[in-house]
T-cell receptor, first 113, second 114 residues
Framework: GESVGLHLPTLSVQEGDNSIINCAYS??????FIWYKQESGKGPQFIID?????DKRQGQRVTVLLNKTVKHLSLQIAATQPGDSAVYFC????????????FGSGTRLQVQP | DGGITQSPKYLFRKEGQNVTLSCEQN?????MYWYRQDPGQGLRLIYY???????QKGDIAEGYSVSREKKESFPLTVTSAQKNPTAFYLC?????????????FGNGTRLTVT
C-alpha cells in the first residue's frame, strides 16, 4: 500500500479503549471543520463534520469537539477497534476568500489487539 | 455506484515528460479539487474548480495545469516544470465550493518520475 505519513505523530491504544485525536487549526476565520480517516493506499474517507456555531457533534462511536477560543478540534473514538487503525486528518474551511479545505498534517492511530 | 474514479492507480514517467492524471465523478458535484500528498505531510491543494470552465490555483499550482470542460471531469497535467513530481495525487469533489459540504475523495494516483 501507499506509505503516507511516514513521520506522523502516532497514537497507540488498546482495543476497546477510547481514543482522542487532537488538532490545532490555523485560522480563526474558519467556519467548518471535518475529520477524515485515511487507510494505506486509499483516499481520505469522511468521518464527521462540525460547523463553527456548534461545540460538539456526535456520530456513531465518534464525537467531535470544537474549542474556538484556543482553535482546537478533537476527535473521540469510543471502543476503538482494529479497523480504526489509520491516519486521521482534520480539515478546516475558512469563511473568507478561498473556499477549499486546508488539511492538517495528520495523526496515525494504531490499535493494539 | 456513485463515486470518484482516478486512473491509473500507479503511473511511471521519465523526467521531462508531461503526464495527465484522470479524475471522473458521477456524483453530480459542482466543485472538484486536486491535492498532493507527500509522506509526513497533510494534503496540499494544487487546483480547484467551482464550476465548468473555471478553476483557481491552490497553494502549490506551479508546474501543474488543469481543465474543466465537463462537470464530471477534472484532469490534472503534471508538466516537466514541476520540480518534484513524484507524489500521491488525490482528486475530490463536493456539492458546491466546499461550503459546509464535505469533500469526497478518489483513491488516488501514485506518480513516480525517474
Amino acid at each position: 500500500g501507499e506509505s503516507v505519513g511516514l513521520h506522523l505523530p502516532t497514537l497507540s491504544v488498546q482495543e476497546g479503549d477510547n481514543s482522542i485525536i487532537n488538532c490545532a487549526y490555523s485560522n480563526s476565520a474558519s467556519d467548518y471543520f471535518i475529520w477524515y480517516k485515511q487507510e494505506s493506499g486509499k483516499g481520505p474517507q469522511f468521518i464527521i463534520d462540525i460547523r463553527s456555531n456548534m461545540d460538539k457533534r456526535q456520530g456513531q462511536r465518534v464525537t467531535v469537539l470544537l474549542n474556538k477560543t484556543v482553535k482546537h478540534l478533537s476527535l473521540q473514538i469510543a471502543a476503538t477497534q482494529p479497523g480504526d487503525s489509520a491516519v486521521y486528518f482534520c480539515a478546516e474551511l475558512m469563511d473568507t476568500g478561498r473556499r477549499a479545505l486546508t488539511f492538517g498534517s495528520g495523526t496515525r492511530l494504531q490499535v493494539q489487539p | 455506484d456513485g463515486g470518484i474514479t482516478q486512473s491509473p492507480k500507479y503511473l511511471f514517467r521519465k523526467e521531462g515528460q508531461n503526464v495527465t492524471l484522470s479524475c471522473e465523478q458521477n456524483l453530480n458535484h459542482d466543485a472538484m479539487y486536486w491535492y498532493r500528498q507527500d509522506p509526513g505531510q497533510g494534503l496540499r491543494l494544487i487546483y480547484y474548480s467551482q464550476i465548468v470552465n473555471d478553476f483557481q490555483k491552490g497553494d502549490i499550482a506551479e508546474g501543474y495545469s488543469v481543465s474543466r470542460e465537463k462537470k464530471e471531469s477534472f484532469p490534472l497535467t503534471v508538466t516537466s516544470a514541476q520540480k518534484n513530481p513524484t507524489a500521491f495525487y488525490l482528486c475530490a469533489s463536493s456539492l458546491r465550493d466546499g461550503s459546509n459540504s464535505p469533500l469526497h475523495f478518489g483513491n488516488g494516483t501514485r506518480l513516480t518520475v525517474t
